[in-house]
């Protein structure tokens, strides 16, 4: 088990030691990489830019994701005792550090499911600082931009997100949404691209946590990021804050985060593949389980996805913008490996989600894979894998048609017969599109 201490204030933290790993968090002193890592340094200048204060127990909140992040990314799964399932004690400074200390078994809970890792979590009192507004023009504009706004939505860069927006603010919509984005290396110029065809005004609030090794550590971090929603999801009630506090209405709550119902299920093709072996980002479970944990520690916010009962090819094929979600479709990314060389390889399941799910909305333009040809695939080891798991699944699915036991694998289901009903048939659906895009190109 690895021992992650985290404080702003480099004073206050320990030597590193081969079981004591620790790591710096924003910038309020200066930062000695030779003796910590570090994580969000820019994020707290990214808070005060907003020009509103927003409440303490939000920081706190941050404060968490922030070490849930870094210790995730400087924790290999390839080191763990199974080469996956990592053992990490988190001692993380909070302003109400009586409260998380008892959530701190359900927030374990809650991140192992959606990681497959062993979370322990101790928390004390911090000395930060609640950061003040910064007041200059650019805030005053920034704060501005904030009035008149009721939820936030999810904006990463990908083509559901880009489906949502436009479904929002180029259609008609109860919702203004301030549009939450990740500043990953390479993801703000996709970002900014599909926010062009964006016809209706909205705010922004990008933020970046950026992990850094120190320097004695230097070499690869784990890139699985299966906890990424959560640091996602944290940021977005930051949003609601400071949404709050701008126009004086506590009432607004609603967090808007558009995925696929394929996608958010996830359904194991493989044995191998159940559990967090399949990523878990917005699974319903997840998204409940975390908005109730939220709830007990004073969050008042509400998870929406309307694209639960959507597959991918519903949501492109349904886009209120045809000519725009067609624009956004080649600036768009989907790829799970796309942080690894900035181009899409084509052959991962979210590859070939997306590819069935422009075949099935008939658009013709699209971004470029490294397997721009599946044919090759099957012959190339390192590439075939999920291609022939969805084949498998595919021929697996069509002989027994046992799609209930099949998305339970996946996580525990609403109570709600008619909610599984409706998941079910929205499982059956997509895996359909990925089947006739194969057999539309004679894979």
Known sequence: MTNFYFNHDPAQLPEYSENCHPVQIFNT??????????????????????????????????????AVTAAETFERREDAADAWSRVMHLHIPVTDEITWNKLSNRLGSTLHFLTGDQWEFKFSKTTLQVPKPIISKKSKARLNSLKGLNSVCLFSGGLDSAVGAIDILNGKSQYKPLLLSHAYRGDGVKQSDIKKLLNSNYGELSYSISPRLMTRLKGKTDVTMRGRSFNFLAMAVLGISALRNANGDNSISTIIVPENGYISIN????????????????????????????????????????????????????????????????????????????????????????????????????????SQDLTSVHKEKDTRDDLHSMQAAIIRLAKTQNYKSWIRQSGSLPEDQETRNNLESTIKRGLKEVENFLEANKF
């Not at 998870?303 to 725009?324: I, R, W």
């Open 267 to 370: 359904p194991p093709l493989t044995r191998r593949r159940i559990g967090s072996h399949s990523t878990r980002t917005t699974h319903p479970y997840f998204l409940s389980r975390l908005e109730e944990l939220l709830e007990d520690a004073g969050f008042h916010v509400k998870f929406v996805n309307p694209y639960q009962f959507k597959t991918k090819g519903e949501m492109l094929a349904e886009c209120v913008d045809q000519a725009s979600i067609a624009k956004a479709v080649p600036l768009s990314v989907s790829c799970s490996h796309w942080h690894r060389k900035h181009m899409q390889c084509g052959h991962c399941v979210p590859c070939l989600i997306r590819r069935s799910s422009i075949h099935h909305a008939g658009f013709s333009k699209d971004a470029k894979y490294v």
């Open 29 to 66: 002193h200066p930062h000695d990489s030779s003796k910590h890592s570090r994580a969000s340094g820019s994020l707290l200048k990214q808070v005060r830019e907003l020009g509103i204060s927003v409440n303490t127990e939000v920081i706190d909140l941050v404060t968490i994701a922030t």
